[in-house]
């Protein structure tokens, strides 16, 4: 599940902040305030994380993942997280900081209560082989986006198109059920979501640098994009990044349990 991304998408918000003269995606000095603002993202994302591996170990320790894996409480669980996204990021502007938090933080406990099933089908040490992987592999990438000087923005609309077609394709390979088209499908998940993590963490380091930029000559600019928003809508992206990614390449490395 889980294959949906993101706030990006709207036409309105913090997704379409105004662009300032010069290429800030290729500065190479990094003051204060943009390694302050990326490290409270990288503390909400992986603080979430946590909260859903949690969340996903008690309640498949308590067999409660047994009901989540089929009938009416499998798509009730398998829909809410999705649910909770698509508010946050149509009602990003009319929704309070504070609002955003807590729907944040419900949207970590429902994903956990979604991913206990995988506790049903793969084995301890591979889920934990697979976190790790997907960890090591999204900091180097974010690392990647944070730090170079190539424009990534002209993969945005190739990637969201992949991520649209992901979709798709799971959805008839729902029907299918042909073991090729998930093979497939789990390949191009991980490059996709892996191209979507680097070029997220340079969206989010570019739009604070550019808010920050017509801050100068427009005070009213940071009241229209308030940080902390940007924070919280700017974690959710990268934790869809990180857990679509550790779901697809569980689909390589998950070991099944006998």
Do not use: C
């Amino acid at each position: 599940m889980a294959n949906w991304n993101d706030p990006r998408q709207s036409q309105t918000g913090f997704g379409s902040v105004p662009r300032a003269g010069g290429d800030v995606a290729s500065r190479t000095t990094f003051d204060a305030g943009l390694r302050k603002h990326m490290l409270s993202i990288y503390n909400y994302m992986a603080s979430g994380i946590l909260l859903t591996g949690v969340v996903a170990m008690l309640t498949a320790q308590s067999g409660l993942a047994l009901t989540f894996a089929s009938g009416p409480m499998m798509w009730l669980v398998a829909l809410s997280p999705l649910a909770v996204v698509f508010a946050m990021s149509f009602g990003r502007n009319k929704f309070s900081t504070a609002t955003l938090q807590m729907m944040f933080w419900g949207f970590a406990i429902l994903m956990g209560l979604s991913l206990s099933t995988i506790f049903l089908v793969y084995t301890g040490g591979s889920i934990a082989a697979t976190f790790f992987a997907t960890a090591g592999a999204f900091a180097g990438l974010s690392l990647f986006g944070y730090t170079t000087k190539k424009d990534l923005s002209g993969m945005g609309s190739f990637l969201i198109m992949g991520v649209i077609g992901l979709i798709i394709a799971s959805v008839i390979n729902f029907w299918l059920q042909s073991s090729a088209l998930e093979l497939a499908v789990s390949f191009l998940g991980v490059l996709i979501f892996a191209g979507l993590t680097a070029y997220d963490t340079q969206r989010l380091k570019t739009e604070y640098l550019q808010i920050q930029q017509l801050a100068v000559s427009n005070p009213g600019v940071a009241a229209q994009y308030p940080v902390g928003k940007m924070v919280i809508l700017g974690a959710l992206s990268l934790y869809l990044d990180f857990i679509n990614m550790f779901l697809f390449l569980l689909r390589f490395m998950g070991a099944a349990r006998e």
